[in-house]
């Protein structure tokens, strides 16, 4: 437990405290996050689900490269691995071509994936598919998909080459609150099936002998999907904890021994047994699938993921889910993952993309704008109900290295059905909703203004282009309908001279453009106050109209990224550099906002040297 005034503080201090007395996990601080999370990604499973090939991976990977967006993180998703080939019956359940009770049959890839060499010997194909993406595609992070048990159904008992794992079938019990509250088809396909569950003394060489085959193919990470199956087979090993930990445990020793990058994303875990036995596991998936043809699924997407970050976010970096760039949707949803501190993925099928939008999202080099943090619901929103009161709007903070942002969010219209069973729609026209922010609503931003900032802020709107100068404490309007968003990127203002002020905001035409800025310094030619070409006291207008004074202050940052670059200057700039040569800039005394054009760097997450003299 813990007590105090503010709410994030709290939950941080509370869950350091459990971690203090189980000594089973470590808190999201003290682990290494995976590089794959500062690149953007595609995953395959809403392009072709189970269907997945050799060439649909080529066909993806090529696709977003022509487009402008090169994709440096690949997920194979479901469909890579050998499993039982049986005609379907009619109790087996399938979604989505994944086939819930069976089992997986070997650790190397199937027909699909297999490739004959030039004497017509069978040769690795998955290894191949891994060095076409990082040779032709530059793709850098590859990662494959399996459950913890080894597939949905789990191993089958006995199969060739897999008799040492001792696996045995098992059948999944329920909680009577779980069977009451959401009912599962895995689960039902699977307690009349049984899973094939490989011995707890046993699964730590299972994972290793897969994941060292996986890493000789070049591959450098997983996803570990069906992890809480694992608590419902506890009986006759311990319990539903003592299961799970050992799972868990030998999880991540494999991973640890064969993945150096702490490659790992868990997936379907929200089951305390797993958290509370996580020391290495960083990224955890913090809500239900993207559903692309479910329209009742995305408003609540974006708030389910919101509020479980409050919790999960202590433990791990909240994973976002994929989602289609082609996509009613879209905007919306890539508008949350970019001030979710996530990784960006998408699943698009090859051929159908918005490159317009991706690239508010990937620089030319892959690369993306990634907040620091967690993102969470503002203070504010904490015992508000977004997706049902008819009132609210989700408002969603996180900081950058020199900014604030809020991301604003109409949530409003569907939600879990009691009745159903699930997610639906329960107001088709939800209304138009109006709400604020302010600078405080980033519940970090005295941290990342510094000692001596006095409160001001300007508020850069991404999709509105506005910029304001706000005073401490006031805040702007923001009116929304159903699925639509804005950005706030809060920018602290930093007092030069009584009459000089200045704020980096970033590039434009990112979502989370104020994240390109990632230093800023400012060196006072003197301490004298500027020299007055007209003898009169000095204004903002009338400093910013002359000609003839001299600099006060350079300002230098380092900005990464290309396209339209823009600052907050109380006065008209006296002169820009972008890699010590001058470059044009435009200036609007009505706003105060200075902007100038950055080219495509030449070196991957290259970081602009600009300097402006005022």
Request: glycine share 8%.
């Amino acid at each position: 437990m813990h007590a105090g005034t503010n709410p994030f503080d709290v939950i941080d201090q509370a869950v350091k405290a459990v971690e203090k007395h189980m000594q089973t996990f470590l808190h999201r601080e003290k682990k290494k996050l995976p590089s794959f999370l500062d690149w953007f990604g595609w995953c395959t499973w809403d392009a072709f689900y189970t269907d997945v090939t050799a060439e649909g991976v080529e066909e993806g990977l090529r696709s977003l490269s022509e487009g402008g967006t090169p994709s440096r993180f690949l997920i194979i998703d479901d469909g890579w691995q050998q499993i039982e080939n049986k005609p379907k019956d009619s109790d087996c359940v399938v979604q989505e071509g994944a086939q819930f009770a069976s089992r997986l049959t070997g650790i190397k890839e199937n027909a699909k994936f297999q490739k004959n060499g030039q004497n017509n010997e069978q040769i690795s194909g998955l290894k191949h598919v891994v060095n076409e993406a990082k040779q032709h595609h530059n793709v850098k992070y590859v990662y494959v998909w399996h459950a913890l048990a080894g597939y949905w159904g789990g191993v089958k008992p006995a199969a060739a080459g897999m008799e040492h794992y001792d696996t045995l079938l098992a059948y999944p019990v329920q909680s009577p609150g779980v069977l009451g509250n959401q009912p599962d088809i895995v689960m039902d396909s699977l307690a009349v099936h049984g899973l094939g569950l490989v011995h707890p003394k046993k699964v730590f060489n299972f994972y290793n002998e897969l994941h060292a085959y996986l890493a000789s193919c070049g591959v450098d990470g997983v996803k570990v999907d069906v992890q809480n199956i694992i608590e419902t087979l506890g009986a006759g090993h311990g319990g539903r904890v003592s299961l799970t930990r050992s799972y868990v445990q030998a999880l991540e020793a494999s991973i640890a021994r064969n993945f150096h990058d702490n490659g790992c994303i868990a997936c379907m875990c929200h089951n305390t047994d797993g958290i509370y036995s996580t020391k290495q596991t960083a990224v955890v998936r913090a809500s239900d699938d993207f559903y692309p043809r479910d329209p009742a699924s995305h408003t609540i997407h974006i708030s389910s993921v919101a509020y479980n970050t409050l919790f999960l976010g202590e433990f791990m970096q909240p994973d976002w889910d994929m989602f289609h760039s082609l996509h009613p949707a879209a905007e919306y949803h890539a508008a949350a993952r970019a001030i979710g501190g996530c990784a960006i993925y998408v699943s698009d099928k090859p051929g159908n993309h918005n490159f317009e939008l991706l690239k508010k999202l990937v620089l030319p080099d892959g690369s993306v704008l990634r907040a620091q943090l967690p993102g969470r619901p503002t203070r504010d929103c904490l015992f508000a109900d977004p997706a049902r009161d008819g009132i609210s709007l989700l408002k969603i903070w996180n900081v950058n290295k020199c900014s604030g942002v809020v991301g604003v969010f109409n949530c409003q219209g569907a939600g879990w059905c009691k009745v159903t069973k699930k997610t639906r729609i329960h107001d088709a026209s939800p209304g138009t909703l109006t709400g604020s922010v302010c600078a405080n609503d980033v519940d970090s931003i005295t941290q990342v203004a510094g000692a001596d900032w006095n409160g001001e802020t300007v508020v850069y709107a991404h999709r509105s282009g506005e910029l304001v100068r706000l005073p401490k404490g006031a805040s702007v309007p923001v009116t929304l309908k159903v699925l639509e968003y804005e950005l706030f990127h809060f920018c602290p203002v930093k007092e030069i001279t009584t009459n000089i002020s200045f704020a980096p905001i970033g590039l434009l035409d990112m979502f989370n453009g104020s994240g390109a800025v990632e230093q800023l310094e400012v060196q006072k030619t003197s301490d004298e106050k500027p020299e007055l070409f007209d003898g009169e006291v000095p204004s903002e207008l009338t400093t910013s109209l002359s000609d003839n004074r001299s600099p006060t202050a350079t300002i230098t940052l380092k900005v990464r990224g290309y396209g339209r670059f823009g600052a907050y200057s109380s006065q008209g700039p006296l002169k820009c550099t972008v890699d010590n040569v001058e470059t044009p800039f435009n200036y609007d005394s009505a706003t105060g906002l200075v902007t100038l054009t950055l080219p495509v760097p030449q070196e991957e997450m290259y970081r602009w040297p600009i300097e402006i003299q005022v």
